[in-house]
C-alpha cells in the first residue's frame, strides 16, 4: 500500500497505535517468558506451544492490520512504526518508538531512524 499520511492523520491514529502496541509488549514478554521457562525448566505456567503460537499470531494479527492500514512497521523490540508522508514536497517518515506519549518525530526516507528529528 502506498497510501501518504498527514501529520494530523497519523497522530489521530496514535492512541490506537499505542493501545495495539500494549498488546504486542505483553505478547512479546509472555514468548520471552514462557521460552526461557521451557529452556531452563522444561516448562512455563504461561503454557506451551499452543500458547506460543496464539500470542504469535495475535502479534502477526495486529502488525497486519497496521501494514494494511499503510502503516510501516520498522521493529517490535521496541515496537517501532512510520507513517509514510511528504513533508515540505521531501518523502519522510512520521516516526513512532514504543514509549513515547506522542507522535513528535520525523525522518527522511531515505536516511532512516538515525535522521529523526522533532516535527
Known amino acids: 500500500m502506498n497510501r501518504l499520511f498527514t501529520v494530523d492523520e ?16 505483553a505478547a512479546r514478554a509472555d514468548l520471552a517468558e514462557i521460552a526461557h521457562d521451557r529452556r531452563t525448566r522444561g516448562s ?7 500458547e506460543i503460537k496464539a500470542l504469535e499470531a495475535r502479534i502477526e494479527e495486529i502488525l497486519g492490520g497496521w501494514a494494511e492500514r499503510g502503516i510501516e512497521v520498522k521493529g517490535v523490540a521496541p515496537v517501532l512504526v512510520d507513517f509514510p508522508a511528504m513533508l515540505d514536497g521531501v518523502s519522510v517518515r512520521l516516526c513512532w518508538i514504543e ?15 538515525a535522521g529523526r528529528r522533532p516535527l
Open 44 to 50: 512455563s505456567e504461561l503454557g506451551g506451544l499452543p
Open 99 to 113: 514509549g513515547e506519549p506522542e507522535l513528535a518525530w520525523y525522518h527522511r526516507t531515505d536516511l532512516g531512524f
Open 10 to 25: 497519523a497522530r489521530a491514529l496514535l492512541p490506537e497505535i499505542i493501545d495495539d502496541a500494549g498488546l504486542v509488549v
